[in-house]
Structures are given as C-alpha cells and as structure tokens.
C-alpha cells in the first residue's frame, strides 16, 4: 500500500549548523510533497512544498528537493535557529483525491 | 489569513458514548479531510469529502464513523461508540480544487475517552 518513510526520528544540530531529512514513498503515482512543522499539542503547519514537475523549491533557510526516479525527497534547514525546534512531517499526495500520507515524523532540536 | 477552525479545542468522553466534531473549513475550498494523530505518532489520513460525499476513506475509518456537511460552512465527525482507542487528536483539513494545492488544518480536538 502506500507508505512515506521518514528519518531520522531523531536529529539533533547546535545553532548554525545544517540539518537534514530524508522521506522516501513507494506510490510513484504521488505528485505533490508537502512538509509540515508541528511544535507541541499545535497544529502541522505547512512551511514549504513541491510538485513532482520541480525537482527543488527553496524559501529563505529552507529547500526541499525531489528525486522522482529515486521516490526521494528531503528538506534542508540552514543556519538553524532555536525556533526551528519541533517535529518535521513529510507526507505525499496523489492526483486523486489528495489525501496526504505522512511521514512517521522528526524530532528536530537545534541547541543554542 | 483565513483558517480552518475546529471546536470543541478538547473533549472528554465515556467509552461508548457518540461524539460529534465541528470544523469550519476555508470558505472557498472544496475538499474537506479528517486525520487523527496518536499521542507521539504520525498523522494519519481517515477521510476525504468533496461535492457532498466522500471520495476516499481509510482502514480506520469504520461504520463507527461518519461525516457530514450539515450546512454552507460546517462539517463535522461524528464516532458512533466510542473506544479506548479512539482517544487522539483529531484534525480538519481543507483545500482548493486541486489535489497538488495546499491542506491547511485546523487546531485539531483532544478526544479523551474514559
């Protein structure tokens, strides 16, 4: 069926540095690659995404890059702030429908 | 910036008992979704709704569930009886037409069952 794999479940960076992560999906009929921020008992908020006729989006600090033959995708966070700390999901979406199937999730800590 | 809203924030309820959750999606989206996420788990994909009727629903989500949009603007969860398992927080999402096009959530509901 399908399925977003998602790591690491846990990453920890110091301030500054680069952080990295990685999904995988298996339906290669997934078009649309959004990644959500979620902080403690808050709601997943959306901070980039990509569609499969892109192979990299970048927003200020933030990338995500897509490899369709691969069925890769991973955001990159630079120059990473204490804020940046919370759960990452990645999750992929298919034309029909839409529904989101997400990623198992990671823990991100950036320490000052 | 328009939002999805969900109400009530949390709910604390008896096994067994039926429980209804409210959202309002974005005014001009179409597709309307329900997740839930387990304490410390993944969000997990139950139902999508569009033009009235549901396009596609998960293993999850049994002949316990349903869902409804009652009016213009609301739409809503019901869990006919309730399980132990059922306690999550439950999220509303909402798009536009197509499917490579934003979900935006809600606040989601805590639905505790005792």
């Known amino acids: 069926g399908e399925n977003v794999e998602q790591h690491p479940s846990t990453l920890s960076v110091q301030e500054g540095d680069s952080a990295v992560i990685k999904c995988t999906y298996s339906?290669?009929?997934?078009?649309?690659f959004p990644w959500y921020k979620q902080e403690l008992g808050k709601r997943p908020q959306l901070i980039i995404d990509?569609?499969?006729?892109?192979g990299e989006k970048k927003d200020q600090r933030i990338a995500v890059t897509l490899n369709k033959t691969a069925k890769h995708f991973s955001l990159h966070i630079t120059e990473t702030q204490p804020e940046d700390s919370a759960v990452y999901f990645c999750?992929?979406?298919?034309?029909?429908?839409?529904?989101?199937?997400f990623g198992q999730g990671t823990e991100l800590s950036v320490k000052p | 910036e328009p939002e999805v809203t969900q109400t009530p924030s949390h709910q604390v309820t008896q096994m067994g008992q039926e429980v209804i959750l409210h959202c309002v999606p974005i005014?001009?989206?179409?597709?309307f979704y329900w997740y839930r996420q387990i304490l410390g788990q993944k969000v997990e994909f139950l139902v999508s709704?569009?033009?009235?009727?549901?396009?596609?629903k998960s293993e999850i989500f049994d002949d316990q569930f349903s869902v409804e949009r009652p009016d213009g603007s609301n739409f809503t969860l019901k869990i006919r009886s309730t399980k132990l398992e059922d306690s999550a927080m439950y999220f509303c999402a909402s798009r536009r037409l197509y499917s490579n096009q934003p979900q935006h959530f809600g606040d989601g509901t805590r639905l505790s069952i005792l």
């Open positions: 339906d290669s009929a997934s078009n649309y």
């Open positions: 709704f569009y033009n009235n009727e549901i396009s596609e």
């Open positions: 005014s001009n989206h179409l597709y």
């Open positions: 990509i569609r499969s006729n892109v």
């Open positions: 999750a992929a979406s298919t034309i029909q429908g839409g529904k989101l199937i």
